[in-house]
């Protein structure tokens, strides 16, 4: 039976508690996730912005430096919402947190000394 796309959202946030990762069924909540990201999420993230809602947290954006060289602009599309902005490119893939842990302690460190 297919879960609404609410409930599956709070699902993949940990909010509605099913599945958690390693357990059977997470995949199912990644999934749910990535699935909100492109449908409810972008209808929540086009009423903030009409409401004129902003992050007034300090946010630190690391980018992977092939993201960067494809043109994608992390740091533009976090600065619409995020005023106080912290932004690196970072050399690494994916898995940025276990191939560049050193640059990510660093952010993090930084970030909450803001």
Same mark, same amino acid.
């Given at each position: 039976?297919?879960?609404?796309?609410?409930? !599956?959202?709070?699902? !993949?946030?940990?909010? #509605? #508690?099913?599945?958690?990762?390693?357990?059977?069924?997470?995949?199912?909540?990644?999934? !749910? +996730?990535?699935?909100?990201?492109?449908?409810? +999420?972008?209808?929540? +993230?086009?009423?903030?912005?009409?409401? #004129?809602?902003?992050?007034?947290?300090?946010?630190?954006?690391?980018?992977?430096?092939?993201?960067?060289?494809?043109?994608?602009?992390?740091? #533009?599309?976090?600065?619409?919402?995020?005023?106080?902005?912290?932004?690196?490119?970072?050399?690494?893939?994916?898995?940025? !947190?276990?191939?560049?842990?050193?640059?990510?302690?660093?952010?993090?460190?930084?970030?909450?000394?803001?």
């Amino acid at each position: 039976m297919p879960v609404p796309q609410e409930q !599956a959202s709070r699902r !993949a946030s940990g909010r #509605g #508690g099913r599945a958690r990762p390693g357990q059977v069924g997470s995949a199912v909540s990644i999934v !749910a +996730d990535y699935r909100a990201s492109a449908g409810i +999420d972008v209808a929540h +993230d086009t009423a903030d912005r009409a409401a #004129g809602n902003l992050l007034r947290m300090p946010v630190t954006v690391l980018q992977q430096d092939w993201g960067a060289a494809l043109g994608y602009d992390a740091a #533009g599309v976090w600065r619409a919402w995020a005023p106080d902005l912290e932004h690196q490119t970072v050399s690494c893939g994916h898995f940025m !947190a276990e191939e560049a842990p050193a640059v990510v302690v660093r952010a993090l460190r930084d970030l909450l000394l803001r």
